[in-house]
């Protein structure tokens, strides 16, 4: 059975940084895409990031590209998103999620979410 | 950056009612469109895949079709577990982009 479980989620004041940390299980996670959703208080999804099963290739959302990090450690099954220079509108449930093996592939399983709070 | 523009934002419907919810993309992403299903508090569940494929597990009620920019999602048959929230997305290209979504509500 997949199983994705985020922590890392907090109350932060803008500006400061948190990780996410996303560990993965019931799959070959070295061989699988993984991505990272969030959802605003209320709102709908939004795309962040995602990172190939080797890590070659790295995609970011406008929104976060050079504030917010992704990447992987295989060797510990574990997805990593660190976040700097965070801002109000950072706050929302941070999804990991996995990519199917298809090419193109939607995301099939996702973690039950961390919530991100940014406020001063 | 691709544009997904679902409608309606929210709808209203009774048990055994058949609904239909669109997504539109802003340029052709052949069948790299999935829909999910979303219920308060928890994360989505993928129901259809590939524009039209059903996910295992998912009541056949739920259909996809449409390819290119036009997509739509039929729950043919609604049940009381169907009033949830349904989002789209499109995987075509990077930056992926969801539509709004849709409320599905009890009349």
């Known amino acids: 059975e997949v199983q994705l479980l985020e922590s890392g989620g907090g109350l932060v004041q803008p500006g400061e940084s948190l990780r996410l940390s996303c560990a993965a299980a019931g799959f070959t996670f070295s061989s699988y895409s993984m991505t990272w959703v969030r959802q605003a208080p209320g709102m709908g999804l939004e795309w962040v990031s995602a990172i190939s099963g080797d890590s070659a290739y790295i995609y970011y959302a406008d929104s976060v590209r050079g504030r917010f990090t992704i990447s992987r450690d295989n060797s510990k099954n574990t997805l990593y998103l660190q976040m700097n220079s965070l801002r109000v509108e950072d706050t929302a449930i941070y999804y990991c999620?996995?990519?199917?093996?298809?090419?193109?592939?939607?995301?099939?399983?996702w973690g039950q979410g961390t919530l991100v709070t940014v406020s001063s | 950056a691709i544009q997904l523009t679902q409608s309606p934002s929210s709808l209203s419907a009774s048990v055994g009612d058949s609904v239909t919810i669109t997504c539109r993309a802003s340029q052709g992403i052949s069948g790299a469109l999935a829909w999910y299903q979303q219920k308060p508090g928890k994360a989505p569940k993928l129901l259809i895949y590939?524009?039209?494929s059903l996910e295992s597990g998912v009541p056949s009620r739920f259909s996809g079709s449409g390819s290119g920019t036009d997509f739509t999602l039929t729950i043919s048959s609604l049940q009381p577990e169907d009033f949830a929230s349904y989002h789209c997305?499109?995987?075509?290209?990077?930056?992926?982009?969801f539509g709004q979504g849709t409320k599905v509500e009890i009349k």
């Open positions: 997305l499109q995987f075509n290209s990077y930056p992926w982009t």
């Open positions: 999620a996995k990519r199917t093996a298809a090419v193109p592939g939607a995301v099939d399983y």
């Open positions: 590939d524009a039209s």
